[in-house]
């Protein structure tokens, strides 16, 4: 600007008049000054230290983790030191934009929130605002009014400023237009005043400058509102999810509460711009009328009710949107609950074949959604055309009245008022969706304060301090149910006194309420009448075992201090050395989630390991010993129990009975009752319960000759016992192992790796593959066609009325006034219908590539191998099935449809500028050069933040998941301060993300306003310096309308263009995962097997080799063998012997490297994957059962009748059990099956089974969460219905194999014993007798 002003004052003044020494001197400060601000604002760099005199991107930095970054609450913010001038032109994001300049970005990069932003600073304040409304009501209840309300009250500071920006960015928006008209007159007088136009174009560009900082720091600070907004309600959901009472947590699902955490906090982040843009509507509204009314009088008042008219107009257009996004905003809740739970049980999924039934289900989820999606395109691109057509409504009916009430037409007047309708018809006509997105916003708030008015779990149990008190645990008159409200209690009349350092044993059939009873004693269950009083600390074993995302020797702290003296001795008791030794990183490997690189037997000690250490006073384990073997749990029993917890007090459920005469109590639960309590002597001789229990022990083993084994004639399996080794990875259950990476460095040594991400520009394949995906990219031609036409029509009606409109009162119209509206109105139309034409074809084409791309990922995904699953957390597949789905469903189109029309606009303001100022092109060439040259050197830095935010999005969602989940455990250690920690850490780490790809944005946009505004400014110096009379003062007017617009332009297409290659990344990971390596095909039509197949059901195994990569060791190596067909094999060994992976390889999970498996002749991997495990049934050892109903779970695929279904229940025990329930079958089951026991869910898998009647039937650990007596009935069961089935069982209980006809027993992947257990027993010092003669052992000495 000043170099154009020395220029102008050279080249013309000089013609004039002499210049005057004081503008030189003016003219060569501002230069120099100019030059100086430039080069520090876009050049200069600031090195900010940290309080320990570290570099903000000090390589030493970068080397730390993200966690520990996420942690800083303030330490290394550039925005938190950054000076004045340096906020004001958002030159503070500098060093962060070198750094992502120079190098691909990594989280370490990116530095910290100021203190003021971060969910530690911000989250307490607005909790005790809230909490004081709260405790103003009667019943402490949250209403959306309130949470709104705290939410302004926290961020109060940041709202005024926000209005002040918003004021003054809306006053000098109308400066322009205001002074447009004055303009003209000055273009076509004779100019005598001096100086008045150099005051003009000073006036139009203080104003313009004025007009970007404002907007600018206005989106800024808006964005900077929604992180503390949204992070604020994050951390309230979270800690009310881990307070959530039993009945609560049955009443909204974990996807539920994902969606208000992912979706409704985000919508009521954007509140803050609903509000202040509600708030500057009438503010515009006044300073148009301040500028309409001089020059058009009355019609003034008449366009705006015109425009009032067409915006209620728009109100049921609205209203419709607003409901067809609550339906799609419905649907995709339901297809995202469903997908949530089909990922985390895959696996079984898979094992059943029912993957593609289940994703059909997914597809037709998808169906609904996408009706919605079609009916909003339909609704939106209505709307689009209706908001096009207004301004040509308002402006007609504007200048008609004019000509009717006589008010004459002047050209300064005409565009002074398009210029200000054209203001004015954005925050008027989006008005309807601001009232939309407020009720979508308090639908957001509803559903949250909702949630949060949720029970709370209550503390119905006094933690009292030990002091010296000898009783541990006390329970008097307790009566408590899971549903309060129901009639029927869960445990009744419970009276218990625990003294310290007593071992009390909990035992029971399925469904007697025994894990209740441990619940009670952590308050988890709701408290009818009596008292339960805790004298000390608790810590608790879970029957399903918990893990968390993270190394192992995590899940052992738990977030306890490190005490390696300590550390070692509880790795030691729980058997985990070995295991640890073996590991790629030994207790630094990470596990995946859900425990799933983990055996079943292995989390159990894990989880066992984490209780030890955290050294309480009071320990509650929940049968931990059915996922080990008999050898480990006996060590587990002895070691733990009876040795580093001798002197604490411990209550454990369990079913085996040999683990009851250690016991000081045995409590037999009965239908919610203790039926008998007592020393294990004592109840033998009293104890009806008790002793059918151990009766049917007994039984177990003199039926199957156990019992006349001497136990002392295998005195050397304890040695063998300890000599076993642990393959990496291995699986103790089929529906728990998984695939090995191969251990080449820290890296990839883990099974979890870093999620992947592409680097770099994005590639041009990824915009063809979405341009020409739907139809082939036929409907892009027409696109263009249409924005060109709208452009052209636009550009003609504009010239129009500023060539045919008189420039003054006293110059002769040369047209009608008729003619004059009628030609404007043909050609405003015209340029709508393009809108509309390329508005549908637009949603036309976008849904189509969205619709493909939801199909290609979802395809692959479901039919990738389980190792895919395995190492892949299901946070990072939802959050591409759900956001990133999202944003191609409804936001890309929109952004590729902008990018060409900004194109096409720019183009059209610059032909308009240049036919009266054609010198611009000196200018705007270097300024779009430079422009583009921004635009690159920001996209670097902005592309790797969006890739972050993708990655960190994830853990997001995944620790919130885990921590629902897992909430038990996490209140049983007094956790929840650590687990907020986490949540705020986690919650930081992707909130500074949003902030610094915001500074970055408007650090772009600023710089890009100045160079836009140099070129106007360029541009009107030049029309106010031509001579009066070369150029059209119409058409020098109307080049300055669109002036004033050509900032906006520039900055929207450079914006546009940066946030669609942000947003394309959103395709490029979809596009990731529509190319996963998929399984063998599902069926092959060349080589389908018959109907009958397998008919006989006889496996042979030949010289198979198995091996999870191909770096890894082989776990089978070299097995041949046959199971008979139509006969009972058992299969047996110690953990890691590969029991697990023989099955897998069976039902093709994983193929053997070498060898073949044939099926009653028949190669399986020649046949379909679906022909193959359809006709194979299996029970896994962990028990899973669908959200939805009873019926539903057994019968998945509706293919038996009640009949069959009635007679398959009372086959495995539960039919009382359901005719006892109110409806039956269609008894609810919740998420994950929790309102059904670990039994009554195993015994639905038995169920499964038995309807389907396969051939060949696998039993994995089927029955080790029942106890003895059931486990008999279910042998029973299994050997009535499946007398002529191949039955292979893998199982720790001895009595569950030693029926069989054949028993193999493997040791490290070979076949060391096969034979029948009659031949195997007769040789004292076979494998298989040590392992029985352990298993009898410790019942011999119960016994005893």
Not at 116 to 121: A, F, G, L, Y
Not at 356 to 363: A, D, E, G, I
Not at 457 to 467: A, G, Y
Not at 1300 to 1307: A, F, P
């Amino acid at each position: 600007m000043s170099c154009s002003c020395l220029v102008v004052d050279i080249l013309y003044m000089k013609r004039h008049e002499s210049i005057r020494a004081y503008q030189l001197v003016f003219d060569s400060g501002s230069i120099i000054a100019g030059l100086i601000l430039n080069y520090s604002g876009f050049f200069g760099k600031r090195v900010w230290r940290t309080n320990h005199g570290e570099p903000l991107l000090d390589g030493s930095n970068r080397n730390r983790s993200s966690t520990d970054i996420g942690s800083g609450h303030s330490t290394n913010s550039l925005f938190e030191n950054a000076s004045i001038l340096s906020i004001l032109s958002f030159s503070w994001i500098g060093p962060l934009l070198s750094v992502g300049h120079e190098k691909t970005l990594e989280l370490k990069d990116v530095p910290q929130l100021a203190t003021n932003d971060s969910v530690h600073t911000v989250f307490p304040i607005f909790k005790s605002i809230l909490q004081s409304y709260a405790r103003a009501t009667a019943h402490c209840r949250i209403t959306s009014f309130m949470l709104v309300k705290a939410l302004i009250l926290t961020v109060w500071a940041q709202y005024l400023l926000v209005i002040f920006y918003a004021l003054l960015s809306s006053v000098a928006s109308f400066v322009g237009p205001y002074l447009l008209d004055y303009l003209v007159r000055y273009l076509s007088s004779d100019r005598k005043v001096a100086n008045q136009g150099y005051i003009l174009v000073m006036a139009f560009i203080m104003s313009k400058i004025v007009e970007s900082v404002c907007d600018r720091h206005f989106n800024f600070r808006i964005v900077q509102i929604r992180i503390r907004v949204r992070s604020s309600l994050v951390a309230l959901l979270y800690q009310k999810g881990l307070m959530l009472s039993s009945c609560s947590r049955q009443s909204v699902t974990s996807g539920e509460i994902l969606t208000y955490m992912s979706t409704d906090a985000s919508r009521v982040g954007d509140l803050s711009w609903f509000i202040l843009h509600l708030l500057s509507v009438p503010v515009q509204i006044i300073l148009s009328l301040l500028i309409l009314y001089p020059r058009i009088g009355v019609a003034s008042l008449v366009s705006l009710m015109a425009t009032f008219l067409v915006m209620l107009l728009n109100i049921p257009l609205t209203k419709c949107e607003q409901n067809y996004i609550e339906k799609l905003m419905e649907s995709k809740d339901n297809r995202i609950k469903a997908t949530t739970e089909i990922l985390k049980n895959m696996r079984i999924l898979k094992l059943q074949a029912w993957e593609m039934t289940f994703l059909s289900k997914v597809m037709e989820l998808r169906k609904t959604e996408t009706k919605w999606l079609w009916k909003f395109a339909y609704t939106s691109a209505a709307a689009t055309f209706l908001f096009s057509c207004s301004s040509i409504f308002v402006a007609v009916v504007a200048f008609g009245t004019c000509m009717l009430m006589g008010i004459p037409l002047e050209t300064g007047k005409v565009l002074s008022a398009l210029a200000t309708f054209r203001l004015l018809q954005d925050p008027i006509f989006s008005l309807p969706d601001v009232i939309s997105g407020l009720v979508q916003t308090k639908v957001s708030a509803d559903r949250i304060s909702t949630f949060l008015n949720l029970e709370d779990l209550q503390h119905v149990v006094q933690k009292l301090p030990r002091d010296g008190c000898e009783v541990s645990v006390e329970v008097s008159n307790g009566n408590f149910a899971w549903d309060p409200s129901s009639q029927n209690l869960t445990l009744k009349e419970l009276n218990l006194q625990v003294l310290k350092g007593r071992k009390v044993a909990v035992c029971g059939i399925v469904g007697s309420g025994k894990t209740s009873l441990l619940h009670c004693i952590l308050g988890e269950v709701p408290k009818i009448s009596g008292a339960v009083k805790l004298y000390g600390t608790t810590s608790y074993v879970s029957q399903s075992p918990w893990i968390l995302s993270g190394s192992i020797q995590d899940n052992v702290l738990f977030g306890k201090q490190m005490d390696n003296v300590k550390y070692e001795r509880v790795l030691e008791a729980c058997s985990l050395k070995k295991d640890l030794e073996i590991m790629p990183l030994g207790d630094q490997t990470i596990i995946g989630e859900r425990g799933i690189n983990l055996s079943g037997g292995q989390k159990q000690r894990v989880q066992i390991a984490r209780a030890l250490y955290h050294d309480a006073d009071i320990y509650l384990f929940d049968d931990p010993f059915s996922a080990v073997d008999a050898h480990t749990a006996s060590h587990l029993f002895k070691e733990c129990l009876l040795g580093l917890l001798s002197s604490k007090t411990v209550v454990y459920v369990t079913h085996q009975v040999e683990f009851l005469p250690s016991a000081d109590l045995i409590l037999v639960i009965r239908d919610g009752r203790v039926a008998e309590a007592g020393t294990y002597t004592e109840l033998v001789d009293s104890g009806t319960e008790f002793r059918q229990l151990v009766n049917a022990h007994s039984h177990a083993l003199v039926s199957s000759d156990l019992l006349d084994l001497d136990p002392q004639s295998s005195s050397d399996s304890t040695q063998v016992g300890h000599s076993y080794s642990m393959v990496p990875k291995q699986k103790e259950s089929v529906c728990e192992e998984t695939n090995s990476m191969p251990d080449e460095d820290s890296t990839k040594g883990q099974l979890v790796q870093e999620e992947e991400r592409e680097k770099g520009k994005v590639g041009f394949e990824v915009y063809w593959r979405y341009i020409t995906m739907a139809y082939k990219g036929t409907l892009v031609p027409f696109i263009i066609l249409s924005l060109i036409s709208f452009q052209i029509l636009e550009i003609c009606g504009n010239y129009w009325m500023a060539l045919e409109v008189p420039l003054s009162d006293d110059t002769e119209p040369r047209v009608s006034g008729s003619t004059l509206i009628s030609v404007y109105v043909a050609l405003a139309v015209g340029s709508s219908v393009c809108i509309l034409v390329r508005t549908m074809l637009t949603m036309t084409a976008g849904l189509k590539t969205a619709t493909l791309l939801f199909n290609s990922m979802h395809t692959c995904i479901f039919r990738a191998p389980i190792s895919f699953f395995d190492s892949t957390p299901t946070g990072r597949i939802l959050s591409r099935v759900s956001s990133e789905q999202g944003g191609v469903d409804m936001y890309i189109p929109f952004l590729f449809s902008s990018f060409a029309f900004l194109i096409i606009r720019c183009l059209g303001t610059i032909t308009v500028m240049s036919q009266v100022a054609w010198p611009i092109f000196i200018v705007f060439i270097p300024v779009f050069c430079t422009s583009f040259w921004y635009q690159q050197y920001y996209i670097s830095t902005s592309r790797e933040l969006s890739r972050l935010l993708g990655v960190c999005r994830a853990p997001v969602i995944q620790h919130f998941a885990e921590s629902l989940s897992g909430a038990v455990s996490v209140r049983s250690f007094d956790q929840e301060n650590e687990f907020v920690n986490t949540n705020y850490n986690l919650s930081n780490d992707f909130s500074r993300l949003q902030f610094h790809t915001a500074g970055a944005m408007e650090w772009l946009s600023f710089r890009l306003d100045i160079l836009s505004i140099l070129t106007f400014a360029f541009s009107m110096i030049f029309l106010i310096c031509m001579p009066y009379g070369v150029i059209d003062p119409g058409i020098a007017g109307l080049a300055v309308t669109y002036g004033l617009n050509f900032d906006m332009i520039q900055t929207s297409f450079i914006w546009i263009l940066c946030n669609l290659e942000n947003e394309i990344i959103s395709v490029e990971r979809i596009l990731q995962y529509s190319s996963i390596p998929s399984e063998p095909p599902l069926i092959v039509e060349d080589n389908r097997p018959d109907h009958s197949w397998p008919s006989k059901g006889e496996i042979d195994i030949v010289n198979i080799q198995v091996r999870y990569g191909l770096t890894m060791p082989f776990i089978l190596r070299g097995l041949t063998c046959t199971f008979p067909g139509g006969k009972k094999t058992g299969i047996v060994g110690r953990t890691g012997s590969g029991k697990s992976t023989l099955i897998q390889t069976i039902f093709r999970i994983i193929d053997p490297a070498v060898g073949h498996i044939f099926i009653d002749g028949t190669d399986i991997s020649t046949i379909g994957l679906h022909d193959l495990r359809s006709r194979l049934g299996i029970i896994p050892q962990e028990p899973i059962m669908f959200q939805g109903t009873l019926r539903n779970n057994l019968d998945p695929l509706d293919e038996y009748t009640d009949e069959e279904i009635w007679e398959t229940l009372d086959c495995c025990q539960l039919g009382e059990e359901i005719r006892r329930k109110e409806l039956k079958l269609d008894s609810g089951v919740a998420e994950n099956g929790e309102n059904w026991s670990v039994g009554q869910r195993q015994l639905v898998c038995l169920g499964r089974v038995i309807l389907k009647k396969s051939k060949i039937l696998v039993l994995d650990e089927a029955t080790a969460s029942v106890d003895t007596s059931t486990d008999i009935i279910i042998q029973n069961t299994l050997r009535q219905q499946f007398s002529e089935s191949t039955v292979i069982t893998v199982a720790h209980r001895i009595t569950s194999v030693i029926s069989s006809d054949l028993v193999l027993v493997l040791e490290n992947g070979v076949i060391v014993e096969l034979g029948s257990p009659k031949n195997l027993l007769a040789n004292k010092s076979s494998l298989f007798a040590k392992l029985v003669s352990e298993y009898t052992t410790r019942f011999y000495d119960a016994s005893k």
